[in-house]
């Protein structure tokens, strides 16, 4: 539900600039959950494999099968690190074909692409995040993620009106103001999860070499 929110709130906000606003992050909201399906399916396989190696290091409370959970830690996210790459630049690209096969008025169709490009972007965040939750799942530890998420999904309620309708010292950014607000909600909980993966902080760290 969390996860869904960014797009939810999204639409709340941009839907005070018109129809043609609600269509166009309308149209991007399932090819954006089918990214968000591939990232849950990839950190799906990968806690599966960290809770295994999590329960034979409980076991045998050996140094091997200890470093076995972050080396599995650290495989997932560099598969990760490739795919969402791929996922970024092939998105980013295809933005206009997909849009355009679901026919849309002219203004409909600039704003869906800008919305559905900027996400592209960020899409790594998205992904790294998903490894975070996954690697605080094998260890069996559900509520610090779901923390994480609701801190980004309230960063972007109020990011949201912000950039959109260019209050305050923010410039106004209409449809695009709303998917950066969601961009730089996710990647700053992205980049605090992966401090706290890198410093070993809930007990599975992710090793660089």
């Known amino acids: 539900f969390l996860h869904t929110a960014y797009n939810l709130i ?31 399916g990839i950190g799906l396989g990968g806690s599966v494999l960290m809770s295994h190696a999590v329960g ?6 050996k140094r091997r099968d200890k470093e ?64 975070f939750q996954a690697a605080l799942r094998a260890l069996g530890n559900t509520k610090t993620p779901m923390k994480f998420v609701l801190v980004s999904v309230i960063m972007n309620l109020i990011l949201d009106p912000l950039m959109i309708f260019g209050i305050g010292p923010f410039p106004k950014l209409g449809v695009f ?13 992205s980049i605090i999860a992966l401090y706290h993966l890198t410093k070993n902080t809930y007990g599975i760290k992710l090793r660089w070499n």
Do not use: H
């Not at 639409?11 to 005070?16: A, I, K, L, P, S």
């Not at 034979?56 to 409370?61: E, L, V």
């Not at 103001?177 to 909980?189: E, N």
């Open 177 to 189: 103001g709303a998917a950066l607000a969601t961009v730089i909600s996710r990647a700053l909980i």
């Open 10 to 40: 999204d639409t709340f906000w941009v839907g005070r600039l018109g129809a043609y606003a609600i269509a166009a992050v309308t149209i991007s909201f399932p090819v954006v959950f089918f990214t968000m399906c591939i990232a849950i």
């Open 68 to 131: 076995r959970v972050n080396l599995i830690l650290s495989q997932t996210f560099i598969l990760i690190l490739i795919i969402s790459f791929l996922v970024s630049i092939i998105g980013f690209f295809m933005a206009p074909t997909i849009v355009s096969l679901l026919k849309p008025e002219k203004l409909v169709f600039e704003n869906a692409v800008v919305y559905m490009r900027t996400i592209f972007i960020g899409i790594f965040f998205m992904f790294i995040y998903f490894i």
């Open 56 to 61: 034979k290091a409980f076991k045998t409370q």
